[in-house]
Every structure is written in C-alpha cells, then in structure tokens.
C-alpha cells in the first residue's frame, strides 16, 4: 500500500509538472497579446476572440475527453496532451493571423482539459487524501504561470514577443519526458457512466459558474478600470497586473492549506467557509474597499480549487466512477468564466463595477443557500 500511495504522489507531482510547463504560454499571452496584437497579425477585436476561444472549446470537451480518458489511460492523455501544448506554445510564436492563432488556441483549449482531467483522476485515486492532494497539485500548476508572467515579460522586451513564445515552446516539451514517466491509474471497479460536459447543473455546478463569471470576468475586466479612477492609467495597469497575479499566488498557497484542512473536518463546511469568504470580497470591492476586497477573493478563490472537487469525492460511493461528476463541475466553471468578460464588457456599459460585484455578490449567497438547503437530498 505504501509504495502505490508513493507512486500515487509521483503521479499527482507529475501530471501537475505537465500543466505548470504547458501554462507557460498561455498564462503569458494574456498579458502579451492585447499590447503585441499588430505581432501576431491580429486587430484588436480579434484579441478577444482569442483570449475565450479555449474557454468555450473546453466547455463541450469535457464530457468527450473524460470517456476518452476512461477508454485509453491517463498517461497516454497526458502524453498527447504534452505534444499538444508545445504544439500550441510553439504556434503562438511563428503563427500569423487569426487562422493560425485561433487554430492554436483550440488546441490549446483540448490541452488544458485533458490536463484537469488527468490531475484529478489520479489525486481521486485516494478519495481519504482528496483535498490534499488536489491542493498540492494546484501548487504546482501555479508555478508555469507565476514564473511565465515574470520572465516571461523580461523576455518579450528583450528578444520581442513572437521570439519569447518560440524559446518558451522549449522548456514546454520537457513536459512529453515527463509525461512518459507517469504511472498508470490504479486499477479499480468503478461504474463508469456518460459523463457529458454541460448536463444539467448540480446546485454546487451553479457555484462555480458563478466563481467562474465573477473572478475571472467582472473583476478581471473591470480591476484596472476601478484602479485608474485614483492612478495614472500605467500605474492602474501594473495594480491590476499585480492583483490579477493573485489569482495564481492565491492558489498556490491556498489549494494545498484549505485541502489538507478539509480532509481533516470535512470537505463541506471548509467549502461553505472559503465560498462565504469569497463573496465577502465581492461585496468590499463593491463598497469601495478595493484591494482588501480583491485580496481576500483571490485568496479563497483559490481554496475552492481543491475544496469543490473534494465536496464532490466525498459525496460519492467508494465504486462510483468521480470524472463525470468533476467533468461537469470544471465544464461549468469554465462556461462561467467564458461568459463573464463577454457580458461584463457590455454591463459595464450601463452600470458601474461596483454594482456588478455588489450582483454577483447577491447572486452567489442565494446560489450557496440554494446549494446548503438541497445537499442533503
């Protein structure tokens, strides 16, 4: 038992290392691409077509790449997928035009799923270690991201933007020596169901559509807005940039914590806390408390990283198949923060920021209680 629970741990470490090295370009194009678009051959509507294009295509594969997962084995997923994003980082740097960018962003989309796909079939392995596991990884796949964001953005000033994602694609394919590496998923009788991508929402399905559209579309696209209200617009940029890197710094360091606290207490009320506390953020943004606000909602968004998918395991019976339902849960939250900065840009439109975080505050605490009053049916 010990040595499968220690090849377990070198699969979660693993498969997470996959995705940190397959973020690193992806992560940095959201900060290059708005500036650089004229590089890629791109207008500036076009940007944006770009920047939700994978969140859509992740939204209906879901569903498909967990019965393909189911089908093949985690470990040659993960190996497709290693080939995929250097393919995709790689693409990003020699590409020109919308065809070629969008084509690498489907493809990236098809990535990015089958990697939270396989991190979460092997942390399920051990169903008592969820929430530890699931964070630990978390910590992981944050490190691409934080260290693409910042040698990354050196990088695009010194040798230029196509140049940097080009040498990025480099360290990306390491990731395919890892991926060979994996062990396979511990064998086991589970029922394995159809697992579709947007089936009809569970109340904690709502949840994280709602932390989906919230974080990553009404904050994210209206953070330096708020900020440049009381700065210059370079200063707003760098104090949006600096919250918005949060978002991964947040996750890192609550993901593992939050994980191993509700392995230990149970998966639901640590949930329940971290969900509250994120709505709490919304709503100190709404009143004008900005940072402090925006802190705290980084912060325990990033506990819910580890926290639904534990909600989720613990709640299911020990030969249950865990994918589908988690499939569904990622579909979702990814449906949610595709949808926020296309409707966010038009709200703002009519109503103020504030008012829109002081909405999805209300929303979110009616979707919670909705969540609460029907758990235990």
């Known amino acids: 038992m010990t040595e499968e629970m220690n090849s377990g741990w070198r699969a979660i470490i693993g498969s997470s290392s996959i995705m940190s090295l397959a973020l690193l370009g992806d992560a940095l194009l959201y ?24 969140r859509f295509v992740r939204v209906f594969a879901y569903g498909l790449l967990a019965q393909l997962t189911q089908m093949v084995g985690v470990r040659r997923m993960c ?17 020109q035009g919308p065809a070629v960018i969008l084509f690498a962003r489907v493809l990236w ?20 270690q969820i929430g530890t596991r699931v964070g630990v990884g978390q910590a992981i796949q944050r490190v691409g991201p934080i260290l693409a964001l ?5 990088l695009v000033g010194t040798v230029g933007p196509n140049t940097t994602f080009v040498l990025l694609a480099i360290p990306t394919a390491l990731s395919l020596v890892i991926a060979f590496n994996l062990p396979k998923v511990r064998a086991g009788a589970t ?33 330096t807005l708020i900020c440049a209200r009381h700065a210059p617009l370079s200063e707003a940029v760098l104090s949006g940039s600096a919250l918005l890197a949060m978002r991964h710094f947040g996750e890192a360091i609550a993901a593992p914590l939050f994980g191993w606290i509700a392995d230990r207490v149970g998966a639901r009320k640590v949930f329940v806390a971290a969900a509250f506390l994120t709505t709490s953020g919304f709503i100190l943004v709404a009143i004008g408390v900005t940072v402090s606000g925006a802190l705290i909602m980084l912060i325990f968004r990033g506990a819910l990283a580890s926290l639904g998918p534990a909600v989720i395991t613990q709640g299911l019976a020990v030969d249950d198949d865990a994918i589908g339902p988690l499939a569904r849960m990622q579909a979702w939250r990814d449906f949610g923060a595709a949808l926020g900065p296309l409707a966010t840009g038009v709200l703002l439109t009519i109503v103020t920021a504030e008012l829109l975080h002081a909405g999805v505050a209300a929303v979110l605490l009616l979707a919670l209680a909705y969540w609460l009053a029907t758990a235990d049916r």
């Open 79 to 95: 190996m497709l997928a290693a080939v995929m994003a250097t393919g995709s980082t790689a693409l990003y740097g020699f590409g």
């Open 31 to 54: 900060a290059v691409l708005p500036a650089y678009a004229e590089d890629f051959g791109l207008t500036l509507p076009w940007v944006g077509v770009m920047l939700s294009a994978n």
């Open 150 to 154: 910042f040698g990354g953005a050196w």
């Open 109 to 128: 989309g098809l990535t990015y799923a089958v990697l939270v796909l396989a991190t979460l079939s092997y942390a399920v392995e051990y169903r008592s």
């Open 191 to 223: 029922r394995r169901s159809r697992p579709p991508s947007l089936a009809r929402p569970k109340p904690i399905d709502l949840v994280y559509f709602l932390q989906g559209f919230g974080v990553d579309g009404v904050f994210a696209v209206s953070i």
